[in-house]
Structure formats: C-alpha cells, structure tokens
C-alpha cells in the first residue's frame, strides 16, 4: 500500500455482454472493424523489455474459416531472443516489484477501462478473424471477460495483502508482506480463449512478477493487440515479454533458467506433463522451487437423470458441446442419457444439429465457425471416419458428421452414439464439434455415475440433469473428484469470473481456480515479519528459579 494512505479500491462487477443484435450500435461498429481488419495486413512484432523486435523468421497468420486469407505476419523468437527476454525479464523486475499496489492496480484497471471502449471491437474482432469465433463467443471472451480478470483480480489481491496476522500483546507487531516470487514467470497460452491468453502473464504481472509470455501460434493477433492494449494502460517495459515462436526454440532455455520462479500454463495434458519433466529435470539449477500452475485437457460429461427435463437437457447439450466448435476447455463431449429419454431426445439434437449455421463468422446468422487449423481439422476427420466405421461394433450410428476444408476447417457438428461406454470418443479429449452419447438403462443410475467418474482421467467440468432432488444429491457425492466445476441444470461451460472460479484436477490441471484468489496466490511468496518493541534482557524463564 501506499506510505501516504490506504485506499480501497472499486468493487468490481462483472461487465454486461452487448448482444449485438440486428440494427444496433455495437454490430455496425463491429462489423466496420472487421471490415477494416479484413483490409489490413499486419506485422507482429516481438515485445522485449518494450522493444519492438523484427526477427529474419516470420509466420503467417490466417483465418481458419477462410484459409487462403492472410491477415499478417508474426515474427518469431530465436536464441538471441530468448536471451534477451530473460536479461530483460530480470532487469525490469526490481523496479516493478518496488512499485506501490495502487499503482500496479491502477495500470491492470485503466486496461479493463480501455478494453470496455476502444479496444473492445479491436480485440473482439481479432478474435473473430484469428480464431473463428462468433461475435457472441468473441464477445464474451476477448471482451466481458478480459475485463472482469482485470478488475476481479485487483479486488482478490487486494483482500490478500489485508489478510494479517494476529498481534497478540502491544509489545509485539506481527505482519504478513506478499512478495513476487524469486524469478520471472513463463506463460504459456493457449489459442481457444484471449482472456485466458492476457490473465495469464497478467496475473502475475500484477502480484509483482515480471512475465515472459510464449503465446499460442494460431492466436498471435489477438496477443498483439493484448500488448498494445497493456502498453497503452501504462506497463513498465520488460514486465511482459511478448515472444511468439516455436516451442522447441523458446521453451527448453527458459525451462533451464535458474531464475525460473513459476510457469503458468493452459494447454495439453501431454504439454504440461513434458514441462514438468524439464522442471524436474532442472531441479538442481533453480534458484527457488518454481511453481506449476496448469490448466489442461477435458473429458467433460453431462449426466442425465431419468427425471430430466428434455427442454434444458437439449439445449445444454447443443451449446454445450458446440459453441466455439467443442474448443472450450469445458465443452461438453460425453453424454450419459438414460434409455428411457433417448428416443425424444434423440429427435430434437438431429432437428437442432440441422439449425446450427457452420460458416464464416462474419455472417451472424452461424452458429459456429471453423476448427482452429489443418491439424484440428484432420483429427476431427480421423474421429469422425472412425465412428462411421464403427458402426455396428462399439457405434449404433453417427448424427451429423460432415466436414469440408476447401475453403475452411470446418466440421459440422457431429453426435456419435456409442455403444461401448468405453468407445475412444467416449473417454478421449477430442477438442471439436463433436459429442459421444451412451445411452444407459434407466435403472442404471448409480451405476452410469460410477462409470462417468472412472472411465476418463480428466477432472475438469459436468453436469447433472434432474427433477429428482436425491437424484442430484446421489451425483454430487459420487462425483466429487470427476470435476472441478460442477453444474446442476445446467451446462458445464461458461464459468464467469467473480462467479465459478475454473480449474480442474485429476490430468486437467493442478485446480487453481483462474479467476479468484486461489490463482492469485500462486504468484505470492509470503514473508513473515516479527517486530519485538520490548525484547528480553535475561537469558533465564522463569521455570529456571
């Protein structure tokens, strides 16, 4: 806190989504800014200590609904590059963990100020052209939620740094200092979410930290313009570090830094797995133990009771699993249905499926857009040829299933009704269009929650469906462990920051609960002081005469 005073901060509230309907305001104001993203071609440069850097490697960015569009080019990071994020890491990073909580606040919430108004339809529509979402999905994303980390953050640290210990005698001051832990940052982001891309090196950027940031190859232009919007709210130079590339190049050295004091990370399984090897591997190097912090792959289900109600059940499902083509890291891609639902709700997802718009996301009438590259696209083919081969022998049939990539990645949303529980799209993360029903006995209940909970080694959302109040209790006990984030009629995406803090355990993550304390304090290294103002002068107790 400041040494002149102590002043609260706003009490945040989570930032209303604009629904951008026919005629209004803000859909003429998008749809001009994606018009003139469509026109331009743009130069992504690395940030290096505030730096910007041109490299002789350059990547080309392109629309995954229209492939053959270019928007620009992303120059990537070499050696030399990685050499000097990390000298520039470690200069920056006295002066920012000197600087007064208020004033690295101020920098986050002027961010969350500027993305509420003019960098809204900037980032938005990025992430409509780079990563193929719909405005909505943009919107909520890039957007409401971007702005609600910034501020909820703020709030959540400031509730940290009040949490004191007890001082139990005037002769004694005890206190709690939160400091930046004893290195730099990596984060490592992902393509599916630009909140996710900016919290996490801004997370621990405001706890202290200097960052280096490796961001997603498919989602380098909405990381651009996070780091514009971040220059702009006024950060120091060097405190992140913007440093696209290949994993190969960035990742091993950064990995071996012995001032490596913490990773956060949101991505693969096997991804996370691999870092934590080189952590361990490099063990004897590091300064401090660094902290691992990972949010990664899904198997998420929705479980429904005999008792539910087909009306809710169907449409969790169809926005639950194909919002943002099934790329959510809680996208629903396992179902557990009960035999005596299946019929009718059989016939609304196959009347619902035909409804759902596939195209470029600058139409608002499409539901989804593309899968996020070629290497998407072809194992969602895989998964979905393989299905209709098994037909007959582990698949009674395939609702949906096409897939085209003459113009775009694009795959149809697809329903895959399996047979076999433990059929490879029932318990393996797919990350597309695609869900998997098994269709249980009715009188099977307890038993499909057992089965829902050991047949997948992810940990990371479901649901429960039912009328039946026992019946949700029953799923609640038993399925404890299978979900970090648990829904109850309802489905098992769109967790709000401030509202359900996300994050799994079991092989999706170590469940720090982006968007609320538990993250936070993952980028704290507390010291304990003591303060004697009366100390003893004789070695002897009392017990000693």
């Not at 956060?264 to 691992?292: C, E, I, M, V």
């Not at 639902?341 to 997802?349: I, K, S, V």
Request: one cysteine or more; a negative charge.
């Amino acid at each position: 806190m400041s040494s002149f005073g102590s002043a609260p901060i706003p009490v945040p509230a989570n930032e209303p989504v604009r629904d951008y309907a026919p005629g209004s305001p803000e859909r003429a104001r998008i749809e001009a800014e994606l018009d003139r993203q469509l026109g331009m071609k743009v130069e992504v440069p690395l940030v290096i200590g505030g730096e910007k850097v041109s490299t002789s490697t350059t990547r080309d960015m392109v629309m995954p609904h229209r492939h053959s569009h270019v928007t620009g080019v992303a120059h990537q990071a070499g050696e030399a590059e990685v050499a000097k994020a990390l000298a520039e890491a470690e200069r920056a990073r006295g002066p920012w963990a000197a600087m007064p909580f208020e004033d690295r606040a101020a920098i986050f919430l002027r961010a969350a100020r500027l993305l509420e108004d003019e960098f809204r339809d900037k980032l938005n529509a990025a992430t409509m052209l780079g990563q193929s979402k719909t405005v909505y999905q943009a919107e909520i994303d890039s957007a409401c939620e971007l702005i609600d980390f910034l501020r909820f953050n703020v709030h959540y640290l400031e509730g940290i740094y009040a949490n004191q210990p007890i001082s139990p005698s005037s002769a004694v001051w005890n206190r709690v200092e939160y400091r930046p832990l004893d290195g730099f940052v990596f984060a490592i982001t992902p393509f599916n979410f630009t909140a996710i891309a900016a919290n996490l090196p801004s997370a621990p950027a405001l706890c202290g930290n200097t960052v280096i940031w490796k961001p997603a190859s498919t989602a380098i232009l909405s990381g651009h313009y996070i780091m514009e919007l971040f220059e702009a709210a006024g950060l120091p130079p060097g405190v992140i570090n913007f440093l696209p590339g290949a994993s190969s190049v960035i990742g091993a050295p950064i990995m071996a830094d012995a001032r490596l004091g913490g990773v956060h990370f949101t991505g693969s399984t096997s991804t996370f797995k691999s870092l934590w090897r080189q952590a361990s591997a490099n063990l004897d190097n590091y300064r401090a133990y660094p902290r691992l912090v990972g949010e990664t792959g899904g198997k998420d289900f929705v479980v429904a009771h005999p008792s539910a109600e087909l009306e809710t059940l169907t449409v969790a499902l169809l926005r639950g699993a194909f919002e943002y083509q099934g790329q959510k890291c809680s996208a629903a891609s396992r179902a557990y249905i009960p035999d005596n639902l299946w019929p009718q709700l059989r016939e609304r997802l196959a009347d619902g499926l035909t409804e759902l718009g596939t195209g470029d996301v600058r139409d608002f009438s499409n539901f989804l857009g593309a899968v996020i590259d070629k290497h998407a696209f072809a194992d969602h083919k895989a998964a979905i040829d393989a299905a209709k081969a098994a037909i007959g022998s582990g698949v009674a049939e395939v609702i949906g299933g096409e897939y085209d990539d003459s113009v775009g990645y694009f795959v149809r949303p697809t329903i895959i009704v399996a047979t076999d529980p433990n059929y490879p799209s029932m318990v393996e993360e797919l990350f597309g269009p695609i869900l998997t029903i098994y269709v249980y006995p009715e009188a099977e209940f307890e038993q499909t929650l057992q089965l829902c909970d050991e047949s997948s080694p992810y940990a990371l959302t479901g649901a429960i469906f039912a009328e039946d109040r026992q019946a949700v209790v029953t799923a609640v006990e038993q399925l404890r462990f299978a979900a970090g984030n648990f829904y109850i009629n309802d489905k098992p995406t769109g967790a709000v920051v401030g509202q359900q803090p996300f994050g799994g355990g079991r092989a999706s993550g170590t469940n720090d609960k982006a968007g609320s304390m538990w993250n936070l304090i993952r980028w704290l290294s507390p010291r304990t002081i003591k303060e004697n103002f009366s100390p003893p002068r004789d070695w002897r107790y009392p017990f000693l005469g």
